[in-house]
């Protein structure tokens, strides 16, 4: 099973402030996938194979890696990004997802 | 456009049969390359991927769970089925129901179904 692990477990941005969250593989995966969570609703897709954006998905958020390291970036933090980040992956079975990572809004 | 609805039991005791509903629309089970996976998560805690099903019947399920875990579906009527055996405590979560398009991840979610198991 490849494991992810994300950091931050928890970090706090003010508005306009750049947002970097990391995913580390346990092995090499060819992709990666980003989702959204905000208190009380489902997640929301945010990037697909790595790097693309998702439907609706603004601008400010942006997503690169390769091999076993990932991330996810948000350029201009604004309050409503104020959630909950995991990280997929499918590269190998079982899929699975990392643990999170908590942004809030300072 | 592609919506996703889950319905359960809401509770149940322990060692009884968990089933889940997934009733969708926007999109058929029968397109080529299509699936719906179960992916749940209890309160407070991370996504846990459970099953996934194709539009050809193909089934993947995660290994730590196999033995419980059974997936279906009914094209004709837009629904996917999930059933899990013996449930004890440590099955109390929200279970999501969500479209794979054809691709590796989830791009369209439903609200959840929360279920309880609790003698």
């Known amino acids: 099973e490849i494991v992810l692990t994300q950091s931050p477990t928890t970090t706090a941005a003010s508005p306009g402030e750049k947002v970097t969250i990391t995913c580390l593989a346990s092995?090499?995966?060819?992709?990666m996938y980003w989702y959204q969570q905000k208190s009380g609703a489902s997640p929301k897709l945010l990037i697909y194979s790595t790097s693309s954006l998702a439907s609706g998905v603004p601008d400010r958020f942006s997503g690169s890696g390769s091999g076993t390291s990932y991330s996810l970036t948000i350029n201009t933090m604004e309050a409503e990004d104020a959630a909950t980040y995991y990280c997929?992956?499918?590269?190998?079975?079982?899929?699975?997802f990392g643990s999170g990572t908590k942004l809030e809004i300072k | 456009q592609v919506t996703l609805k889950e319905s359960g039991p809401g509770i149940l005791q322990p060692s009884q049969t968990l089933s889940l509903t997934c009733t969708f629309s926007?999109?058929?089970?029968?397109?080529?390359?299509?699936?719906v996976g179960w992916i749940r998560q209890p309160s407070g805690k991370g996504l846990e991927w459970l099953a996934n099903i194709w539009w050809d019947d193909d089934k993947y399920y995660n290994p730590s769970l196999k033995n419980r875990l059974t997936i279906s579906k009914d094209t004709s009527n837009n629904q996917a089925f999930l059933k899990i055996t013996n449930v004890d405590t440590a099955d109390t979560a929200t279970y999501y129901c969500?479209?794979?398009?054809?691709?590796?991840?989830?791009?369209?979610w439903g609200p959840g179904t929360m279920v309880t198991v609790s003698s």
């Open positions: 969500a479209r794979i398009p054809g691709y590796w991840y989830f791009d369209f």
């Open positions: 997929q992956q499918w590269s190998s079975n079982p899929l699975t």
């Open positions: 092995s090499s995966v060819s992709n």
């Open positions: 926007g999109f058929s089970l029968s397109t080529y390359g299509m699936g």
